[in-house]
Each structure stands twice: as structure tokens, then as C-alpha cells.
């Protein structure tokens, strides 16, 4: 009590107001009980007695309010305050415990982008799905994304190289060659996008960086997603953070992240804006090995399976 008492003393002008207009309302009250005062005059200073007191009683609730959550904000400690003070600064907006929780906020921001989109990250296995089946929020975030190409929005997409995909296998508790036939199946299925609207075809960009990505991350003009990948798990079931446009935080990540990794010519493979070139630079991934000399997709099987689908987009490519 002491302690808001304190704060009240914060705003002498409105509690010194609220309190007189209190007191004059309760003086012409009483002015219109006085002997000899009745008819109209009586019933003007009842009323304006009245509205006065009222004005001023609600006033000092007011002041009485707005001490309380000053006092909230003051007796919080000193360090509590200045990190506050410090994530507005660097531009953090929400943090959630997976990146899923952010669907429809990524969604939103997707609908309403024209200039640019960036996307980083390995398979984006978590984002849109695998190959040409997608469900739920996969499928929602897909056709965000095919919108904004119908309206002239660029898109960006930077995965990993299959190549050194292996790396991560192990972390995510997943079997060699998962990973890199998850990446291969979403180029086919970018591959087929472009294809089937060449209207849209050459605002898409694919690259491919000979580097296992430490933060996925997805960014429009105005909001950045980030998401740490910690060795042993995987990104889209860990934590992840909201990052306001133009902020340090966006600044910084949107350069070291995104844009030296996507203009470094040695570590980035672009892949073909000629859908030929592009159809073997895949061909190639698939069949090909990695810098271990090992198949970049060890299981036999799964390299037909890959190679089968592939034929089949070639085979489509050619026949339209």
C-alpha cells in the first residue's frame, strides 16, 4: 500500500483534480439542500453536483489503477528489466517451443509478401513436406508460397547439398540417405513447379550449400523466423524465435545466414534456371557420391525409387 501510495505521488495533478472536482460536486449538492432553494436552481446544482462528484470519484479509480500497474512494472527487478529493454532492441517478438506453434503467423506473412522470401534450410522436410504430397499446414504453407510467385514475389530457397547431407543423419537419429533423398524429392517436386508455370519459373531460385545448416530460417520483408538446430535433434521440434523486419536481429541473420552462404560461388551449387540442365544436375545427385567417396543415396533401393520418379518427371518434361 505504501508502495502505491508512493506512486500516486507520481501524478499530483490528476489525483489533486479528481480530488476537487469530488469535493465541488459534494459542496453543490448540499448547495441545493440549502433552505430557500428549490425549483430549477435546485435541480441544475443536483446535477452538476452530481456529474462533478461522479467525474472525480472515477478519476481517482483511475489514478488508483494506473499507480498499480506502474508499481508492476518499477518492482520488477533491475535485471528483468533490462533484458526486456534488450530482446524490443535486438527485434524478438515471440519465442515458441516448436516451430509448428508459428504456422499461422508464417502463413499470414507469407500471404502478404511482394518483394522477397528466403528460405534456409536442409530438406525443408518440416516446412512443406516431401516430394509432391503435402498435408495440413505443409500444404497451406505451399500454396502461400505458389501465391506469392503469381504475385511476382521472389523466392529463395537455400538447402543443403546432398552431398554432405550425412552429416546429419546420426544427430536426427535418422538413416543414411534420408535426408539426402528428402532433398532430392523436394528439388523434383520445385523442378515440376517451375515446369508447370513458367510464368512464375524464374522467380524461383534454388541453391544448394555444401554446409549443414545451424538455424533454419524463413523471412518475408517484415518477419524472420529462426529456428537453432541443436546437434541432436531436430529443427521443427525445437525452439524457435519471431523476428521483426528491419531489426538487428534480422539485419544481422539475413546477411551472415542467408545472403553470404547464397552469393558464396564456391560453397553454393545453383541449380539450373534451364529445366534440362536442371533435370541432370539432379540426376547426378542422385547417382553421384560424396566427398567420403560413398553413394550419396547408399540403399540401392531407394536410389531406383529415386531414379524411377525422376524418369517419370523427365518423361513428363519432354511429352508437354
Not at 80 to 99: K, N, Y
Not at 166 to 184: C, T
Not at 240 to 269: C, P, V
Amino acid at each position: 500500500m505504501q508502495d502505491n501510495e508512493g506512486i500516486m505521488s507520481l501524478f499530483p495533478g490528476s489525483v489533486a483534480t479528481n480530488s476537487v472536482v469530488l469535493v465541488l460536486g459534494i459542496i453543490l449538492v448540499l448547495c441545493s439542500l440549502l433552505p430557500g432553494t428549490s425549483g430549477k436552481a435546485a435541480s441544475i446544482l443536483t446535477g452538476l453536483g452530481s456529474a462533478m462528484f461522479l467525474a472525480g470519484f472515477l478519476g481517482l479509480i483511475h489514478a488508483r489503477a494506473l499507480a498499480k500497474e506502474v508499481h508492476k512494472v518499477v518492482s520488477l527487478p533491475f535485471e528483468e528489466t533490462m533484458l526486456l529493454t534488450q530482446l524490443h532492441w535486438a527485434g524478438i517478438e515471440w519465442i515458441s517451443r516448436e516451430r509448428a506453434d508459428f504456422g499461422e503467423k508464417i502463413i499470414s506473412a507469407l500471404e502478404k509478401e511482394i518483394n522477397e522470401i528466403v528460405i534456409v534450410g536442409s530438406s525443408l522436410k518440416g516446412l512443406i513436406g516431401v516430394g509432391y504430397n503435402a498435408v495440413g499446414q505443409a500444404q497451406r504453407i505451399r500454396e502461400a508460397l505458389i501465391n506469392a510467385l503469381k504475385r511476382g514475389t521472389q523466392l529463395n530457397i537455400l538447402m543443403t547439398n546432398p552431398k554432405i547431407a550425412h552429416h546429419r543423419s546420426k544427430q536426427e537419429g535418422r538413416v543414411n540417405g534420408d535426408i539426402e533423398a528428402e532433398i532430392l524429392e523436394n528439388l523434383m517436386y520445385l523442378i515440376r513447379l517451375k515446369h508447370n508455370n513458367p510464368n512464375i519459373a524464374p522467380k524461383l531460385k534454388i541453391g544448394l550449400y555444401d554446409g549443414t545448416p545451424t538455424i533454419f530460417m524463413l523471412c518475408t520483408s517484415n518477419l524472420m523466423m529462426i529456428n537453432p538446430y541443436p546437434y541432436y535433434s531436430t529443427a521443427y521440434s525445437s525452439f524457435s524465435f519471431l523476428i521483426k523486419g528491419g531489426s538487428a536481429l534480422y539485419r544481422g541473420y539475413y546477411q551472415s545466414h542467408y545472403r553470404e552462404a547464397w552469393t558464396d560461388t564456391k560453397m553454393t551449387l545453383y541449380i539450373s534456371e534451364n529445366i534440362d540442365l536442371a533435370m541432370e544436375q539432379i540426376k547426378d545427385l542422385i547417382e553421384g557420391t560424396n566427398p567420403l567417396g560413398k553413394k550419396i543415396i547408399p540403399d540401392a533401393a531407394k536410389e531406383k525409387a529415386l531414379l524411377e520418379e525422376w524418369n517419370k518427371l523427365k518423361t513428363l518434361i519432354e511429352n508437354e
